[in-house]
Structures are given as C-alpha cells and as structure tokens.
C-alpha cells in the first residue's frame, strides 16, 4: 500500500525589528503576502514580532505595549485579515494583557478564513541578564494543547519552551503534526566567539533532539539582528537569526543566516512522521509506569 503524502509549504519569516510598531507590522504583512505568494501554506513569524524586544530591561512603562486580546482589536486585526485575504494559516506573538499587572507570552493561529483557530500562553518563563520576562510574563495556564487547523494540528511553542524536552512530549502526545517555535533568542556581547557558537548549537542541537524523540518535524523562527540594552547595563543583544526546520530523524531541511533577514518556503511531509514512528516507536516503549519521579522537582 502507497502511503500518500500531505506536504505543507511552510514560510519561516526571519526578521529584524525596530522601535516603531507600525512599520514592524508593515514588515510581517508584507513577508506574509511574498511568502503567500510563492506558495506557503502555512507562515510564522518569530516571537514578539511587533516591537523590539523588551524584557532586556524592567521597566513598568513597558507594560503598555501589552493589549488585550479577547478579540480582534488593534493587534490581532491586521494578521486575522492577512490569513483570510492570502488563505494562509498564520502563527502570530504577542505581549497579552489579561488585567492590570497579569499578562502572558501568547501565540495565536489564525485560520484560513482569518478565525482564530487556537492560542497558547508561553509556560516556561526565564528570567537571566537580558532576558526579563519574568517581570513581564505571567506563566501559561492553557497547558500544552495543540491547535487545531485546517492544514493539521500544530504543537505551538514558545522560545524558552524550546529547551524543555517535556513540553514537546506532551504536545506529541496530544496529536501533535509539528513543533513550532517562535523564538527571540541571541548572544550577548561579552560572550566569547567560542560560547556563542556553543550556546547556538546547544540551541539548535535540543530542539533537533525534540523531533527525532517524537518523531516530529520542528519549524524553529527567531529574530535577527543587533537591539541595544536601553538601560545601558549590558552591550546589548546580537538576535543569532538561524531560523531552521527539522524533519521527524532530525534532518536539516533548511538553515537560515545567523545575520540576515529572510523568507524561506520549506515544503514539510506531514506524513513521514508514520513511516518513522513505526520505525523507532519511542511511543510504543515509553515505561509510563516508571516515570512518576518526572513530576518531583528534584529526586533527592
């Protein structure tokens, strides 16, 4: 029997971004109509893609930029309508407030026809020099579900998530396709050549890891580009850019610059994750009977 195979052209928007919100949505729209263009059927975009990134610095000021996000107000409208106009299934980022002081790190999918087919608030909150989010972000509380579209269901992410081996089980799991990530991560500058060319394989060497044990493709976007520290305590960071996709073996299927911008149509077979499972079936050997110390802290 011939299995039939389900490709999805799937566009990986690497981008660099500045302080004006307007023009950074103008970008994303205009990489999601080139993108629907050249065939995609499916587009991310990385993590909070309409502004810098912000959690280099606390500063409640700062807690403005979040929106309310219970409908299709001034952040969501424009990618609701980009998904219907262009007939793609999009994977947005935005800074949701939920109530004065309680906001997330929330993905939405929008549909085909502009719907929202499904959100997911950022579980794994960090909180390292540079990378604040903790002062912004209240942890996920929609657990780690995947969304439901019309190209299939979608394992979404976000960028801290990526390091955790557990969220992508989970995913899996739950009838998971794919593993996507937008993602905001970089160097900082007092790092050595060496330990940014460590931290950058570590990243990208974790997340290969994610699909060969789920037998998974993994759809990985961060941003690029060099964004100043506002408060002037660090040099910044260098956003490493190196978008990739990975097949269900680990399989690259397309690396992005680690310095660039750039938009890449990578066609993803959503059926060979069958044909890999049945030939390492990690699921069918997982001893779920001898996992409970997972859930302790720590196993002392």
């Not at 023009?23 to 065939?39: K, S, V």
Request: net charge negative; hydrophobic share 40%.
């Amino acid at each position: 029997m011939t299995m039939t195979h389900r490709i999805i052209p799937v566009a990986l928007c690497q981008q660099q971004y500045g302080a004006d919100i307007d023009a950074n949505r103008a970008r994303n729209l205009a990489a999601i109509a080139d993108a629907a263009a050249r065939g995609a059927k499916l587009v991310v975009l990385s993590e909070l893609h309409d502004s810098l990134y912000f959690c280099q610095t606390e500063n409640v000021d700062t807690h403005d930029l979040a929106r309310d996000l219970s409908h299709k107000g001034d952040a969501c409208r424009p990618y609701a309508e980009a998904a219907a106009r262009h007939g793609v299934v999009i994977v947005c980022s935005f800074f949701e407030r939920r109530a004065a002081g309680l906001s997330h790190n929330t993905a939405i999918v929008y549909d085909t026809d502009g719907s929202e087919a499904g959100r997911y608030r950022k579980m794994h909150i960090p909180d390292d020099p540079a990378y604040y989010e903790k002062f912004y972000f209240t942890p996920g509380d929609l657990g780690f579900r995947p969304i439901e579209t019309s190209l299939g269901r979608l394992g979404v992410l976000v960028c801290w998530d990526q390091w955790f081996p557990e969220a992508a089980r989970i995913m899996a799991l739950g009838g998971a396709e794919i593993l996507i990530y937008p993602t905001a991560i970089g160097w900082e500058s007092t790092d050595t050549a060496d330990e940014q060319q460590r931290q950058r394989e570590a990243w990208i060497s974790v997340q290969r890891g994610h699909a060969v044990a789920n037998g998974l493709p993994v759809v990985t976007v961060n941003r690029v580009g060099y964004e100043p520290d506002p408060s002037g305590a660090t040099g910044g960071i260098q956003f490493w850019g190196s978008s990739f996709a990975a097949g269900p073996q680990g399989e690259f299927l397309y690396r992005a610059s680690d310095d660039a911008p750039g938009i890449e149509i990578v066609n993803i077979d959503m059926t060979r994750s069958e044909q890999v499972r049945r030939w390492w079936p990690f699921l069918r050997d997982r001893r779920i009977d001898a996992y409970g110390p997972l859930l302790h802290r720590f196993n002392d």
